[in-house]
C-alpha cells in the first residue's frame, strides 16, 4: 500500500524529515555554491593568465545568417565563440583550433578539436589594415609535415581566394553592422560590384580542375561570398537580415538587370 500522500501522518513525516536533513541540506547546498564560485574564479583566472602571457588577437566573423563569432588568437589556440545577443539561458558554444605549427606570421599548421588526424594549412591574409583580414584553409591531410609538405612544393592554390573568409576588427564589425543592406544598394554600387564576375571565372575553372566532383551549389556559394566582400567594401552590410529583390529594385534598367541574370562562366 502506498502512503496517503494527503494524510496528517504522511505530512507530519515529510516535515520532521525536512527539520531534521534541513542542516545537512544546507551545508551541501552551501558546499556546492562554494564550488561554483571557486571553479568560475580559476577560469577567470586563467584566462586573465593566459592573457597576460601570451599574445592575443581578437577578430569578428559572420555567418551566412548575419550571426557573430568572436575569434580570438593566441599562440598555442584560436578560440571560435559564439556571440549571443539577446540573453540566454545556454552557455555560448566555444569551439578549439589548435595551432600545430607556425610557418611563420600568417601561416599556419592547425588542427581540429578533438581531432588527432585532421590538419589543414590556415593562410592569414590582410585585405584592409588593422581592420579586415582574409582566412583560407587549404591542404587538409593527416600530419603537420604532409600539410607544410604541400605549402612547401605547391605553394598556394591559384583558386585560393574562392575559399576565402574574412574577419573583421572590433570597429570594423560595428560599422558593418551599421551599415545599409541589400535593399538600399544605389546603381553605381550594383554595377561596380558586378564587375567582380569577369575576375571570377578563371578562379572558378582552376577550382574545378583541382576539385572536379564540385556541387553546383557550393560553386554558387563561392559567388555568393566573393559578391559579400566587394559590397563589404563598398560600405553596404550584405549580411543585414532585409527583405530585397535586385530585380524588382532595379525593373528597367537593362544593363544591371543583364548583369544580374547572365551567370558566370566557369566552362
Known amino acids: ?19 531534521c536533513y534541513r542542516p545537512y541540506i544546507e551545508q551541501q547546498t552551501s558546499l556546492m555554491k562554494n564550488s561554483l564560485r571557486i571553479g568560475a574564479l580559476a577560469v577567470c583566472l586563467f584566462s586573465f593568465l593566459l592573457s597576460r602571457s601570451q599574445d592575443r588577437s ?26 549571443k ?59 603537420v609535415q604532409a600539410v607544410a609538405t604541400s605549402f612547401n612544393q605547391k605553394g598556394l ?25 541589400y535593399d538600399q544598394v544605389t546603381r553605381e554600387a550594383m554595377l561596380e560590384a558586378l564587375t567582380m564576375r569577369e575576375a571570377l571565372s578563371p578562379l572558378l575553372k582552376s577550382y574545378l580542375k583541382a576539385n572536379p566532383d564540385t556541387k553546383p551549389f557550393r560553386l554558387y556559394r563561392f559567388v555568393e561570398v566573393q559578391a559579400q566582400h566587394k559590397f563589404i567594401s563598398l560600405g553596404y552590410n550584405p549580411l543585414k537580415q532585409v527583405p530585397y529583390n535586385f530585380e524588382k529594385q532595379f525593373e528597367g534598367d537593362e544593363e544591371v538587370i543583364k548583369l544580374l541574370t547572365t551567370p558566370v562562366s566557369y566552362d
Open 85 to 143: 545577443e539577446e540573453e540566454s539561458p545556454y552557455p555560448a558554444r566555444i569551439d578549439t583550433v589548435h595551432i600545430e605549427k607556425r610557418l611563420n606570421d600568417s601561416i599556419y599548421v592547425i588542427r581540429k578539436q578533438n581531432r588527432s588526424d585532421e590538419f589543414a594549412l590556415m593562410v592569414n591574409t590582410e585585405i584592409v589594415a588593422g581592420a579586415i583580414k582574409a582566412v583560407g584553409i587549404y591542404y587538409p591531410s593527416e600530419s
Open 58 to 83: 581578437t577578430w569578428y566573423a559572420f555567418n551566412q545568417y548575419g550571426e557573430k563569432q568572436k575569434i580570438t588568437e593566441l599562440q598555442k589556440v584560436i578560440l571560435y565563440e559564439e556571440v
Open 1 to 19: 500500500m502506498y502512503a496517503d500522500r494527503t494524510s496528517i501522518a504522511f505530512i507530519y513525516t515529510q516535515i520532521v524529515h525536512l527539520i
Open 157 to 181: 592554390p591559384t583558386w585560393k581566394e574562392l575559399t576565402t573568409r574574412w574577419v573583421f576588427s572590433e570597429e570594423k564589425t560595428q560599422s558593418i553592422e551599421q551599415s545599409p543592406g
